[in-house]
């Protein structure tokens, strides 16, 4: 099983990236997928959740309204589009996939996620 998101760098208050996560190894379409972020010293904590099923989404408060997630089954991929990013978004973020056939179809804990990839740096400068 592999996750791994990329689309990470420097980016000026205000501005926009688009993160994405590939990943092999598992039946994607059976999974629900989460994007984390975690700031230096802090927890890693939920940003975005999209269901494997109905497309269903959550969002942390704190993003709501700005970030975008994501998902396409063919590629097996999922995506976080983040706008009017902010200093305090700066964090590594990353990518999980929790499986929804034998639990919920969306989850939102970070403990509700089995398979992990490397993060990606996202910095955003004032």
């Known amino acids: 099983v592999q996750l791994q998101a990329s689309g990470g760098g420097l980016v000026q208050a205000g501005g926009s990236l688009r993160l994405s996560c590939n990943t092999s190894?598992?039946?994607?379409?059976?999974?629900?997928i989460g994007w984390f972020r975690q700031a230096p010293g802090k927890e890693r904590d939920t940003i975005a959740c999209?269901?494997?099923?109905?497309?269903?989404?959550y969002y942390a408060d704190s993003v709501k309204g700005r970030f975008t997630i994501s998902r396409d089954n063919a590629k097996k991929m999922s995506y976080l589009q983040m706008t009017s990013l902010k200093p305090q978004d700066t964090a590594v973020y990353y990518c999980?996939?929790?499986?929804?056939?034998?639990?919920?179809?969306?989850?939102?804990?970070?403990?509700?996620?089995?398979?992990w990839g490397q993060g990606t740096l996202v910095t955003v400068s004032s």
């Open positions: 190894g598992f039946t994607f379409d059976d999974y629900a």
């Open positions: 999980a996939a929790k499986d929804a056939i034998l639990t919920a179809p969306l989850g939102t804990r970070r403990d509700d996620y089995t398979y």
């Open positions: 999209v269901s494997s099923t109905d497309g269903t989404t």
